[in-house]
């Protein structure tokens, strides 16, 4: 008890010290726009809040533990004007009235498991089929819809964990799991997952932020500039299902391995880009698990932003915002339209429980899942 009072004060304390002067009927807002009382209610009996990161530079992230996300992310454009880059609504009830991934820490297994059915150890489970009779991000109740327990939250630094029990969703194993997010004096955000199980199970976590680096939703993706640091990707089918093939990136549309304006690719004539309705595939990166080389980079002209990523992980799903057809109303009122953003998605690669030749996502008792990835912000003049 507390223990849970001094986290109340604290978080009370971080939500005033970091005002910047707005306010919203007597209520200060972040820089953001947001007003924390929307975020502050009960979710299958656990209290939600909004809690927020600064660095010594301005910049501001703000995360709910309703599905551990990031609602905002306010970051310098090229003239040093603070520009809000995820997509994201501003209140809890928004998130439980439209189903969503925006900003969430997923989980138990990000991306898609075919058929939700996989084998471990002789054993075969089934999952909720979701997405085109596969399981997606966990099932219909993954980790983006769980309230996570705030474990530590400082004015830089917030840790959140869940505990999912043996047969959630269908998964084998009580599995305790924590994301940690820290806001640098470098403009990044280091997300550190890990997790521990008391049976053999699968795990596979990551960030779902929906970026849109110009800080305006009313703008598409197609004047970005996308790299990606691999030179081979998997293939899906018209369920977005990968086919369990490893194919080269040259002389295709999928091919990112320079900046390259991302409009102009998914324009051209591909099975490959009908079958995701766009962009929604796997790539296997050739940093090879190297956290000091930059995976992937996305920059807008527009405002001058660029986004770097870096991981541990073998592979990152690329994902366009194909379904984005303006029935969602966001923050400040403003409807996401197709292509609004950008999300960039750490992780195993798709299915890997059913292809024992990819990298493995299997957890044991005794052992430790860990998971690191870094999203850095730098502007380009």
């Given at each position: 008890?507390?223990?849970?009072?001094?986290?109340?004060?604290?978080?009370?304390?971080?939500?005033?010290?970091?005002?910047?002067?707005?306010?919203?009927?007597?209520?200060?807002?972040?820089?953001?726009?947001?007003?924390?009382?929307?975020?502050?209610?009960?979710?299958?009996?656990?209290?939600?809040?909004?809690?927020?990161?600064?660095?010594?530079?301005?910049?501001?992230v703000c995360v709910t533990n309703f599905g551990g996300r990031i609602v905002?992310?306010?970051?310098?454009?090229?003239?040093?004007?603070?520009?809000?880059?995820?997509?994201?609504?501003?209140?809890?009830?928004?998130?439980?009235?439209?189903?969503?991934?925006?900003?969430?820490?997923?989980?138990?297994?990000?991306?898609?498991?075919?058929?939700?059915?996989?084998?471990?150890?002789?054993?075969?489970?089934?999952?909720?089929?979701?997405?085109?009779?596969?399981?997606?991000?966990?099932?219909?109740?993954?980790?983006?819809?769980?309230?996570?327990?705030?474990?530590?939250?400082?004015?830089?630094?917030?840790?959140?964990?869940?505990?999912?029990?043996?047969?959630?969703?269908?998964?084998?194993?009580?599995?305790?799991?924590?994301?940690?997010?820290?806001?640098?004096?470098?403009?990044?955000?280091?997300?550190?997952?890990?997790?521990?199980?008391?049976?053999?199970?699968?795990?596979?976590?990551?960030?779902?932020?929906?970026?849109?680096?110009?800080?305006?939703?009313?703008?598409?993706?197609?004047?970005?500039?996308?790299?990606?640091?691999?030179?081979?990707?998997?293939?899906?089918?018209?369920?977005?299902?990968?086919?369990?093939?490893?194919?080269?990136?040259?002389?295709?549309?999928?091919?990112?391995?320079?900046?390259?304006?991302?409009?102009?690719?998914?324009?051209?004539?591909?099975?490959?880009?009908?079958?995701?309705?766009?962009?929604?595939?796997?790539?296997?990166?050739?940093?090879?698990?190297?956290?000091?080389?930059?995976?992937?980079?996305l920059e807008s002209l527009y405002s001058g932003i660029k986004l770097e990523?870096?991981?541990?992980?073998?592979?990152?799903?690329?994902?366009?915002?194909?379904?984005?057809?303006?029935?969602?109303?966001?923050?400040?009122?403003?409807?996401?339209?197709?292509?609004?953003?950008?999300?960039?998605?750490?992780?195993?690669?798709?299915?890997?429980?059913?292809?024992?030749?990819?990298?493995?996502?299997?957890?044991?008792?005794?052992?430790?899942?860990?998971?690191?990835?870094?999203?850095?912000?730098?502007?380009?003049?």
């Amino acid at each position: 008890m507390k223990k849970t009072l001094i986290l109340s004060m604290l978080s009370v304390f971080l939500l005033v010290a970091c005002m910047g002067g707005k306010q919203e009927n007597s209520v200060e807002l972040t820089e953001s726009g947001l007003n924390p009382q929307k975020f502050v209610t009960d979710v299958d009996g656990k209290k939600t809040g909004l809690y927020i990161l600064r660095n010594k530079n301005n910049m501001e992230v703000c995360v709910t533990n309703f599905g551990g996300r990031i609602v905002s992310i306010m970051a310098p454009d090229r003239n040093g004007t603070m520009r809000d880059v995820v997509l994201g609504f501003d209140s809890i009830q928004d998130y439980i009235k439209y189903p969503s991934d925006y900003g969430a820490s997923i989980g138990r297994y990000a991306n898609r498991i075919a058929h939700g059915r996989f084998s471990l150890d002789g054993v075969t489970y089934q999952l909720p089929q979701n997405n085109y009779g596969h399981c997606l991000h966990g099932g219909p109740k993954g980790f983006q819809y769980v309230v996570y327990d705030v474990a530590h939250v400082d004015s830089s630094e917030i840790k959140l964990c869940y505990h999912a029990k043996d047969m959630e969703q269908g998964f084998p194993g009580n599995l305790d799991c924590s994301v940690t997010m820290k806001l640098t004096d470098d403009n990044s955000i280091d997300i550190r997952y890990e997790a521990q199980t008391d049976k053999p199970t699968i795990v596979n976590m990551t960030n779902h932020s929906y970026f849109n680096l110009d800080g305006d939703p009313n703008r598409n993706n197609s004047e970005y500039l996308l790299m990606v640091n691999a030179s081979n990707y998997t293939p899906i089918d018209s369920t977005f299902m990968t086919t369990g093939e490893i194919l080269p990136v040259e002389g295709t549309p999928m091919d990112f391995r320079q900046p390259t304006v991302l409009g102009e690719q998914l324009s051209k004539d591909s099975e490959q880009l009908k079958n995701g309705h766009g962009i929604d595939h796997n790539w296997v990166l050739d940093t090879k698990g190297d956290i000091n080389q930059v995976c992937a980079s996305l920059e807008s002209l527009y405002s001058g932003i660029k986004l770097e990523v870096y991981t541990d992980e073998p592979g990152i799903q690329v994902y366009t915002g194909n379904i984005l057809d303006g029935t969602q109303t966001g923050k400040k009122h403003i409807t996401y339209n197709f292509r609004a953003s950008v999300c960039l998605e750490t992780q195993k690669y798709p299915d890997t429980p059913n292809k024992p030749q990819w990298p493995s996502c299997v957890l044991r008792p005794g052992e430790k899942y860990m998971s690191h990835t870094i999203f850095k912000f730098t502007v380009d003049k």
